[in-house]
């Protein structure tokens, strides 16, 4: 099927008489006839749910259509992506392993790894996005467990090379994991071009709507664990009953280790409420992020054109003609990229807080990747504290505007930011 008609209808197919929308299974336990039946879902002979931490019908359906939307063998959704980012890589990467990150990702991702993860005993080096794959070969080590990066990164926008990344991972016998947040399965399926593990922060455009915080790790089920790398994955957990994830679960080896162990011991599940709610935003996926991407593609250009009268001093949107990333954006995103761009006006600072003051419609919000408009001065909110030479070490200019494009009239939004240039 295609990717819209899977947005709308993948993961739950009711039977006769059951509900046509998915149902909110608010319920902690469920009920079964005999002690045998509950034994043999613990014991992993039969599926079904026992309790919700590990699993419930609302969160079941919602993690098959991700799946089926990345083209995974499974998913596991979480309270939030930053739940997802740290289950997808300590899945496999304990104390004493390596992890080589791309450092244009999401700041809280960053502050996940650079300092959480670091007091739990494992090791990042952090590479430019734009490294060559003889830089990034060198940055392997023999405790090197995984390679991580974002397909669009938040809030830099830079494009990610996924199959250079995946080849350099894979020739080191270790899985590429990819934060596809502002893609979207819509708009890019890193698993076709050798990703092994998807994440995303569903709270962005999956939700949309800006109502419920979540996250999901999904797993192509290509990657081969079996290689000597990763004991936890081919030798008996003690803990689950023995269970050797490689031999009783095959390709879903990964995602299952994830639910009955991380899951199991962390506790960072989706409510079947939330769950309720990302469904029916991934109903509406398909056509939301159409408009994004085409209001930011005119956004982009009525900036572009902005430059020539001084208003706006520089645009960033990789869908642009002459953006550094303009082709890996149109190798891996030829429908377009995703609805933020960030850009500098004149007057620096100052000007952008003028700037910001004169939006109506877009609102100054701490979010992006909602159907409305929103925008956000990071050197005057997340990045206050710095002044501007931190900013530069940051890759943050004091004039720099995220702006998040939303699903409105496009002559509305444009009509805003053209007011707001007016009062600077
Ligand atoms: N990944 C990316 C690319 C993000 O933009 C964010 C949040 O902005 C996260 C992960 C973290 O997600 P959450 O806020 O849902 O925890």
Redesign the pocket.
């Known amino acids: 099927m295609h990717i819209n008609t899977k947005c709308v209808q993948s993961g739950y197919t009711p039977r006769n008489g059951e509900p046509r929308v998915v149902p909110i299974a608010q319920s902690t336990t469920f009920k079964y006839d005999t002690a045998e039946n509950m034994g043999n879902l613990f014991d992993l002979k039969e599926s079904g749910f026992f309790y919700t931490r590990l699993a419930n019908p609302t969160v079941d359906a919602v993690e098959k259509k991700l799946a089926d939307l990345e083209g995974g063998v499974g998913a596991v959704i979480t309270s939030?992506?930053?739940?997802?980012?740290f289950f997808s890589v300590f899945n496999i990467c304990g104390a004493g392993g390596h992890v080589i990150c791309s450092s244009a990702?999401?700041g809280?991702?960053y502050n996940l790894f650079h300092k959480t993860m670091r007091e739990m005993g494992i090791d990042f080096t952090f590479v430019p996005p734009d490294i060559s794959e003889d830089e990034l070969r060198a940055a392997f080590r023999e405790n090197t467990k995984c390679v991580f990066g974002?397909t669009i990164?938040?809030p830099s926008l830079d494009i990610i090379d996924i199959e250079m990344f995946a080849r350099a991972a894979h020739e080191h016998g270790v899985p590429f994991i990819i934060?596809n947040?502002?893609a979207t399965p819509v708009n890019c399926r890193p698993i076709e071009f050798g990703a092994d593990i998807v994440?995303?922060?569903?709270?962005?455009y999956i939700d949309g709507h800006a109502c419920a915080?979540?996250?999901v790790v999904i797993d192509s089920g290509n990657f081969n664990w079996d290689n000597g790398k990763f004991p936890a994955l081919t030798t008996p957990d003690e803990s689950y009953h023995g269970v050797v994830y490689t031999k009783d679960f095959g390709r879903a080896a990964y995602i299952t280790k994830m639910r009955t162990h991380l899951m199991r011991d962390i506790g960072a599940m989706a409510s079947p409420q939330n769950s309720f709610y990302t469904n029916l935003g991934l109903e509406t996926l398909f056509l939301r992020v159409e408009r994004h991407v085409s209001n930011a593609e005119k956004v982009a250009a009525y900036l572009s054109e902005r430059e020539k009268d001084g208003s706006i001093t520089w645009v960033n949107y990789p869908s642009l003609p002459g953006n550094k990333y303009y082709e890996l954006a149109r190798k891996y995103m030829p429908n377009g990229t995703c609805g933020v761009i960030s850009f500098g006006v004149r007057g620096g600072r100052e000007g952008a807080v003028k700037f910001m003051e004169g939006l109506r419609l877009a609102a100054i919000v701490t979010?992006?990747?909602d159907a409305r408009t929103c925008v956000l001065h990071p050197a005057s909110t997340t990045h206050r504290q710095m002044n501007d030479s931190e900013l530069a070490a940051a890759g943050v200019s004091p004039d720099l505007i995220r702006f998040s494009v939303g699903i409105e009239y496009v002559g509305d939004i444009i009509a805003d930011i053209d007011n707001a240039l007016k009062e600077i």
């Open positions: 939030s992506g930053q739940a997802a980012s990702i999401y809280g991702t974002e990164s938040n934060d947040t502002f994440t995303h922060s569903t709270t962005k915080v979540g996250g979010h992006v990747a």
